[in-house]
T-cell receptor, first 113, second 110 residues
């Protein structure tokens, strides 16, 4: 089944404790992206990657890092999480053909205390 | 700057009533617009795109360039339509990047 898989789905952590949210897709998509979803603000892009070893900042990259060593994986790293990073995070992928259809993961709900 | 505006945070209707979820955009050129839907506890998924001109689950959306709108409509709402709806358009500098509106929650009461 074609899908985008994120882990963990739920996480509670404390300020400053590094964490990684993994994202994997099995559709051979070149493009991958991370969004955060906050009430009243909708979806905001954090980082994106056009292909392996090619990443760039989105609209709200502060406090996050990403890497794209393999085509299928695009982990989101919070080096020193803070409470304002409490949010629902979505990974998404698409082919580089454009057309705009993004395939989303199920989301990872992160709480930083 | 490109922008997608969804003016309603919440829209509540009764089953069988018509629904219109508003979306306005700012974009230079000919935009390609999308509606994504997020049902409770599920991932976001594409509902429809204007370029395909199709009706999905009874929903349609017409691009009105004069009013820069792409409202989502359904003549008779069903309870299973209750969800979060996002309007989106691609960034001009990166067509794989979608710019989303803030979303409208549709509640359909029995």
């Amino acid at each position: 089944e074609a899908q985008v898989t994120q882990n963990p789905r739920y996480l509670i952590t404390v300020t400053g404790k590094k964490l990684t949210v993994t994202c994997s897709q099995n559709m051979n998509h070149e493009y991958m992206s991370w969004y955060r979803q906050d009430p009243g603000l909708g979806l905001r892009q954090i980082y994106y990657s056009m292909n392996v070893e090619v990443t760039d900042k989105g609209d709200v990259p502060e406090g996050y890092k990403v890497s794209r060593k393999e085509k299928r994986n695009f982990p989101l790293i919070l080096e020193s999480p803070s409470p304002n990073q409490t949010s629902l995070y979505f990974c998404a992928s698409s082919s580089n053909r454009g057309g705009g259809e993004l395939f989303f993961g199920e989301g990872s709900r992160l709480t930083v205390l | 700057a490109q922008r997608v505006t969804q003016p309603e945070k919440l829209l509540s209707v009764f089953k069988g009533a018509p629904v219109e979820l508003k979306c306005n955009y700012s974009y230079s050129g000919s935009p390609e617009l999308f509606w994504y839907v997020q049902y409770s506890r599920q991932r976001l998924q594409l509902l429809l795109r204007h370029i395909s001109r199709e009706s999905i689950k009874g929903f349609t959306a017409d691009l009105n360039k004069g009013e820069t709108s792409f409202h989502l409509k359904k003549p008779f709402a069903q309870e299973e339509d209750s969800a979060m709806y996002y309007c989106a358009l691609p960034a001009t500098y990166n067509t794989d990047k979608l710019i989303f509106g803030t979303g409208t929650r549709l509640q359909v009461f029995p």
